[in-house]
């Protein structure tokens, strides 16, 4: 069936280096997209969200692109911290009547201090 | 409270007993989801409430599961007969109708023995 993929299991960047997470989708009805945090033994947390009618959605210390040509997904997140070490989960809409996602498997990223 | 509340945290269970998973989403928001987590991968979708009425159940994975929310606010959700591959995180989500991204308890551990 149609999912989401990450290309990258594992990314592992200094601390203050900029970090890019990958996300590929297969779903062109998709309307709607998400980036989720996960810390180890707490639930993902929402960190920003983007609507298929924009390219680049800027939040605090991260931005999201969104390239609907290659069906591709992308995170940044500037002057990377330690407390950025999660697991990064993108996720779509294919519903559209409701909030239904569907997620990735994830990309677990690591802060060299 | 001010976030989504589950409980227990840690579950383990003795494979054919039945378990039974709290959740107590945000109050007022509308909408509640149940979420499967499988270690290392994405959360997978289970099934979703509308206030008192489950619009979506399409995702639980046998008649083994069941969830209710009888009164539109707390969630539970029952598995009978739990197998080994019942083991995983179970996630609830809630949201105000409408917004965007889902606010995430912590998760009810489940382990089958």
């Known amino acids: 069936g149609e999912s989401v993929g990450l290309h990258l299991p594992t990314l592992s960047v200094q601390e203050g280096d900029n970090s890019i997470i990958n996300c590929a989708y297969s779903?062109?009805?998709?309307?709607?997209f998400i980036w989720y945090k996960q810390e180890s033994g707490k639930g993902p947390q929402f960190i920003i969200d983007?609507?298929?009618?924009?390219d680049k959605r800027q939040g605090q210390r991260v931005t999201v692109l969104l390239n609907k040509t290659v069906k591709h997904l992308s995170l940044q997140i500037a002057a990377t911290q330690p407390g950025d070490s999660a697991v990064y989960f993108c996720a779509e809409n294919l519903s559209g009547g409701y909030q239904k996602v569907t997620f990735g498997t994830g990309t677990k990223l690591q802060v060299i201090p | 409270g001010a976030g989504v509340s589950q409980s227990p945290r840690y579950k383990v269970a003795k494979r054919g007993q039945d378990v039974a998973l709290r959740c107590d989403p945000i109050?007022?928001?509308?909408?509640l989801f149940w979420y499967q987590q499988a270690l290392g991968q994405g959360p997978e979708f289970l099934t979703y409430f509308q206030n008192e009425a489950q619009l979506d159940k399409s995702g639980l994975p046998s008649d083994r599961f069941f969830a209710e929310r009888p009164e539109g606010s707390v969630s539970t959700l029952k598995i009978q007969r739990t197998q080994q591959e019942d083991s995983a995180v179970y996630l609830c989500?809630?949201?105000?109708?409408?917004?965007?991204?889902?606010?995430f308890g912590s998760g009810t551990r489940l382990t089958v023995v």
């Open positions: 989500a809630s949201s105000q109708q409408g917004a965007g991204g889902y606010t």
């Open positions: 109050s007022g928001h509308v909408s």
């Open positions: 983007i609507r298929s009618n924009m």
């Open positions: 779903n062109s009805a998709s309307d709607y």
